[in-house]
């Protein structure tokens, strides 16, 4: 045939000694290329020109294509065993025809590489960006041998008949192989992309790359990829294999020795033609399909630096730090519990045996065991049998004056009666409580209208008293209250079992496709342990589970104890101090450790399609410690379960809507705070008249007419003055919160919600605490070490939490512009210090709660105000 004549007289005249595997196969790929050209033009006829040069590195070669010659440039180079070295080619296209692109093929050994110049690139929309100058490395395939001599081709062929000038330049690429620690700087183009190699050294198993640029645009992609060919390093490509983010100025990805089994991996760094998937600005839409529109400078400067990650020690040391913390915790409720059972058991010894310590010998006054609450002891621990022994004991010894027994005095016999009939009168009552609690229910009370009556008389009474709103069978609240922790224990295992399901798919899809744009970790402290991409993050929610598990343990001593008191028919358990109702408490416990489940479930792979899972419990945590605040003078009138959960699960329903919605939405919005203001005049209405209102047709009647009558015919003020101080400052702060929302429309809907939960429970704590010591309460030692140490770790805890170390709010990009390395123990990010402080500040909250009233336990119902 003419094309293969054509090409061995050539062949023989410019090649000169070739071996002859190189001859053959070369033919044929000729005939190939040079019969699909010829068909394409029509001609098939006509002869295509063939023309192979000898070509050297570093050399530019300047020359021409038509569709009538094609050229080679054959090189060749040593390839060492123990020596990576890359070798780069680089084109430019003087001329601006873009109908008819020159078509650039390198062949290798084990490796064919192609791309046209002009470079068309597409972006969104199917925008195209031409580029006429091009730069790719070469794929560098592994040699066994010591010492091995490679070669290569550069075709180089066009179906133009004008003739296309252009610059070819094959170089060495030196620092190919990156060294650890050291930092390479290089400079990258959508068209000219970069990669670079690196290998394990020995003794190092894990290694975090890390690229950095002073430049926030042009938007970038970082990419590690395993040793083979071809290396996907265009912008259209290079999600293909490996793993992969986008990147602004910050970029990192940690890299396991396990998952390259050549213990050496490419860093690959492309740079995208637009910028909308950092975040930037969109061009404009092109008016013709296929126009092409000039992309402008997109060169980006980047360093690259490879350092070892941390060894398996830090591990240990991690996990043992965080354990060490909360077990402290477990030994100093421990000492305070023995320490409190001690002074609490010498207390009752000297108040059992007033004969051998009395206060003339001491010449001071006993003070009662009922005036001391701890942990361990509720304060109700004398017994009326102790009393009556102490009463008999007293009236036996009473009138002994040296050695003659004085008689007995009418009166105290009178005394000794009543103290007998007081005993068997608790006896009864104590036998009473053995009952089944299956056969009281909250309905069989309150049902006649006189009782009603009787209900309206009370509740509305200008001063109320704690044994006002303490009426109920003690047994019918206990069985309410418990409702809350069975309810929340079922809502928690059907909540977390498809929240596991879901964040393993999560990481397994990270893991599979090495798209590390879809979780928002601390990349520059996230430490992979397994399948899991940031353990630390995991590990340090421990906190919440430990404490939750402590603090119902406490929770269940008290109950103990308080128990055993009711079955004494101890008068302190039955009629002093604020109705005791654990209920709730294990209900905070158990939401506790369930909000450290679901956090760690929420950083196995952080988004804001999960953040849910973060914040849900949060809500139920906020909601029950206001619940408990208004339970402690509130017993009789409190929220039941069903009611509290199915308000909670509304507020969980509207976090879920604000964050699939609300993000910018004006209507959502102004549709949310409307319910929100609507909410609080109801939630107002209820407290101040407590319970005692009708929500019907006839309720705005009603309120105009109070307010006509009391305001403008009378000019009187609110009837209870402390209830209307609360609810005015409540409303301020929510209609002020509403307004905020409405007005800024803020992108993280769920930590505005929770804003507004976290500042009802703040007001309500401080009103309460405000009022306390107006009513001539006090606060015991114990309650207020925890309230200080409380307020000190939330104020540490929200400095951390406010370091903001990636925000899903923005790009992933643009997230990773926050990412900060460790800070402690080289392990620990800024928000993991955040779970430890937050975690033992919740901690403390809930022992506020538990021990801020223990000063009311020996006072009498009916001196102790509620408001």
Request: charged content about 20%; glycine content about 6%.
């Amino acid at each position: 045939m003419v094309f293969r004549s054509c090409w061995k007289s050539r062949h023989k005249n410019s090649c000169g000694p070739t071996p002859c595997w190189i001859r053959s196969g070369l033919a044929a790929l000729l005939w190939l290329y040079v019969t699909h050209f010829a068909c394409g033009s029509g001609a098939l006829g006509e002869t295509k020109n063939v023309v192979q040069k000898d070509a050297e590195f570093d050399v530019t070669y300047n020359d021409t294509v038509t569709s009538e010659n094609q050229t080679i440039y054959a090189f060749n180079h040593t390839v060492s065993r123990n020596k990576t070295e890359g070798v780069r080619v680089s084109v430019d296209v003087l001329s601006h025809g873009f109908e008819s692109p020159i078509l650039f093929v390198v062949r290798q050994k084990q490796a064919v590489l192609s791309f046209q110049v002009p470079l068309i690139l597409r972006g969104l929309y199917q925008r195209k960006y031409p580029y006429n100058h091009v730069g790719r490395t070469l794929c560098q395939p592994l040699t066994r041998a010591a010492s091995e001599t490679q070669y290569f081709f550069v075709d180089v062929s066009t179906l133009s008949s004008q003739g296309t000038n252009y610059q070819l330049r094959v170089s060495r690429v030196e620092s190919f192989t990156l060294q650890t620690d050291k930092k390479f700087t290089f400079t990258a183009s959508p068209s000219q992309p970069q990669y670079f190699k690196y290998v394990f050294p020995d003794g190092v198993d894990t290694v975090i790359v890390k690229v950095n640029s002073d430049m926030t645009f042009p938007c970038s992609v970082m990419s590690v990829q395993d040793i083979q060919c071809p290396v996907y390093d265009l912008d259209n490509n290079v999600a293909f294999i490996g793993m992969y983010q986008t990147m602004t100025k910050k970029g990192a990805i940690t890299v396991q020795r396990k998952d390259f089994p050549s213990n050496s991996f490419y860093v690959v760094v492309v740079v995208k033609t637009e910028d909308e998937a950092c975040g930037g600005p969109l061009r404009f839409y092109p008016l013709r399909p296929d126009e092409l529109i000039d992309a402008g400078n997109r060169s980006k400067v980047v360093d690259v630096i490879v350092s070892p990650a941390i060894k398996s020690e830090v591990y240990v040391m991690g996990m043992l730090f965080c354990l060490g913390i909360f077990l402290t915790f477990y030994l100093l409720t421990l000492l305070v519990a023995c320490l409190e059972n001690r002074r609490a058991n010498k207390k009752r010894e000297v108040f059992q045996n007033p004969e051998d310590t009395s206060p003339a010998e001491t010449g001071k006054t006993v003070a009662s065991p009922y005036e001391y609450g701890s942990f361990a002891d509720n304060g109700s621990t004398i017994s009326s049998e102790a009393l009556t022994d102490s009463a008999t004991s007293t009236d036996n010894n009473y009138g002994y004056m040296g050695q003659e027994p004085f008689k007995r005095r009418p009166i105290l016999n009178h005394l000794h009666h009543i103290a007998i009939r007081l005993e068997r009168s608790l006896d009864s009552v104590g036998r009473s409580r053995q009952e089944s609690l299956s056969s009281v229910e909250e309905d069989d009370y309150d049902t006649l209208d006189d009782i009603n009556s009787d209900k309206n008389i009370v509740r509305t009474k200008k001063f109320l008293c704690v044994s006002d709103l303490a009426r109920k069978d003690k047994r019918i609240l206990s069985k309410k209250y418990q409702i809350y922790f069975w309810n929340i224990a079922t809502i928690a295992v059907f909540y977390a079992l498809p929240v596991v399901q879901l964040v393993i798919t999560y990481q397994t899809v990270v893991n599979v496709t090495g798209n590390q744009d879809i979780c928002f970790y601390n990349f520059l402290c996230a430490h992979p342990l397994g399948a899991l991409s940031a353990f630390n993050n995991i590990l340090s929610n421990l906190g919440y589970v430990m404490l939750g598990l402590l603090f119902l343990l406490i929770v269940l001593k008290r109950d103990i104890v308080h128990n055993r008191a009711l079955v004494r028919n101890d008068v302190n358990a039955l009629e002093c101090g604020i109705p005791k109702h654990f209920g709730l408490f294990y209900a905070m416990g158990t939401a506790l450790m369930m909000e450290g489940l679901l956090s760690a479930c929420y950083h196995v792979c952080p988004n804001y399609t999960n953040f849910q899972f973060d914040t849900s419990f949060m809500y139920m945590i906020a909601g029950l410690c206001m619940l408990k605040l208004y339970q402690k003078r509130h017993p009789d009138i409190n929220a039941s379960a069903y009611t509290a959960y199915a308000c909670l699960a509304a507020v969980i329903f509207f976090s879920v809507l604000g964050v699939v919605f609300g993000k910018g939405n004006t209507v959502f919005w102004i549709i949310f705070s409307v319910i929100h203001i609507l909410a609080t005049l109801l939630l107002s209405t209820q407290l101040y008249y407590m319970g005692r209102w009708r929500l019907d047709s006839g309720v705005l009647r009603r309120m105009v007419y109070i307010i006509y009558t009391d305001s403008i015919r009378q000019c009187s003020g609110p009837m209870y003055i402390d209830r209307m101080v609360l609810l005015v400052m409540g409303n301020i702060v929510n209609w002020s919160l509403a307004a905020y929302g409405l007005i800024v429309r803020p992108n993280d809907f769920a930590s505005y919600l929770l804003a507004i939960a976290i500042c009802n429970l703040l007001l309500y704590f401080a009103f309460y605490i405000i009022m306390k010591l107006r009513s001539g309460e006090k606060i015991q030692c114990l309650a207020l070490v925890c309230i200080l140490f409380t307020a000190v770790v939330w104020g540490f805890a929200l400095y951390f939490f406010f370091q903001g170390l990636s925000t899903w709010q923005k790009t992933p990009a643009e997230s990773r512009e926050h990412n900060r390395d460790c800070i402690l123990l080289s392990f620990f990010d800024d928000h993991d210090i955040w779970h430890f402080l937050s975690s033992i500040a919740m901690f403390g909250s809930f022992l506020v709660l538990l021990t801020m009233d223990d000063d009311l336990d020996s006072v009498q119902r009916d001196k102790i105000l509620v408001f």
